[in-house]
T-cell receptor
Framework: ETGVTQSPTHLIKTRGQQVTLRCSSQSGHNTVSWYQQALGQGPQFIFQYYREEENGRGNFPPRFSGLQFPNYSSELNVNALELDDSALYLC???????????FGPGTRLTVL | DQQVKQNSPSLSVQEGRISILNCDYTNSMFDYFLWYKKYPAEGPTFLISISSIKDKNEDGRFTVFLNKSAKHLSLHIVPSQPGDSAVYFCAASYNAGNMLTFGGGTRLMVKP
């Protein structure tokens, strides 16, 4: 059984640029959630996709957007990057509406 | 407004002894609670969970206790091992499969 994978591992961007992060869900999982983890804090929910539809959104501005594909992989897009967007971005997958979510290793984004 | 709080940023325990990690929550809608362990440069790993209809759940060396009236849960690790040294996050959710709300984490150090 393949776990959750994310790419890239690390990324450096400058303020104002756009970034796309990618996630492949664990085999058999059709729900993907994205979280932002700032240094020294717990992960914060960005949004969730279930069967290619957004299924909940946290307190993040519209410049954070996402997609889920028919194979249940997902993308997180962030436009007009700000310095405060520097964080670890975590993707988690789950089966349907089960509570247990399984996380990937994350993408470390640095905005200069 | 932090709905899930872990008030101890760090905890140091001797190998073989019990580790007790605590978590408090404010939102009475939460009906499912999870503990995750996180090593540096890795994503959070699911450890154990508990539904609000229970007050205890055990899995090997790990036991989670839930006190709904106090809105408090704890994770007990017995016996503690050096490999348990990591950051532990508690998380809560409501409406099965919904977003996870995380605490800020507790760094556990188990000394040989």
């Amino acid at each position: 059984e393949t776990g959750v994978t994310q790419s890239p591992t690390h990324l450096i961007k400058t303020r104002g640029q756009q970034v796309t992060l990618r996630c492949s869900s664990q085999s058999g999982h059709n729900t993907v959630s994205w979280y932002q983890q700032a240094l020294g804090q717990g992960p914060q929910f960005i949004f969730q996709y279930y069967r290619e539809e957004e299924n909940g959104r946290g307190n993040f501005p519209p410049r954070f957007s996402g997609l889920q594909f028919p194979n249940y992989s997902s993308e997180l897009n962030v436009n007009a990057l700000e310095l405060d967007d520097s964080a670890l971005y975590l993707c988690a997958s789950s089966r349907g509406q089960e509570n247990e979510q399984f996380f990937g290793p994350g993408t470390r984004l640095t905005v200069l | 407004d932090q709905q899930v709080k872990q008030n101890s940023p760090s905890l140091s325990v001797q190998e073989g002894r019990i580790s007790i990690l605590n978590c408090d929550y404010t939102n009475s809608m939460f009906d499912y609670f999870l503990w995750y362990k996180k090593y540096p440069a890795e994503g959070p790993t699911f450890l154990i969970s508990i539904s609000s209809i229970k007050d205890k759940n055990e899995d090997g060396r790990f036991t989670v206790f839930l006190n709904k009236s106090a809105k408090h849960l704890s994770l007990h690790i017995v016996p503690s091992q050096p490999g348990d040294s990591a950051v532990y996050f508690c998380a809560a959710s409501y409406n099965a499969g919904n977003m996870l709300t995380f605490g800020g984490g507790t760094r556990l150090m188990v000394k040989p």
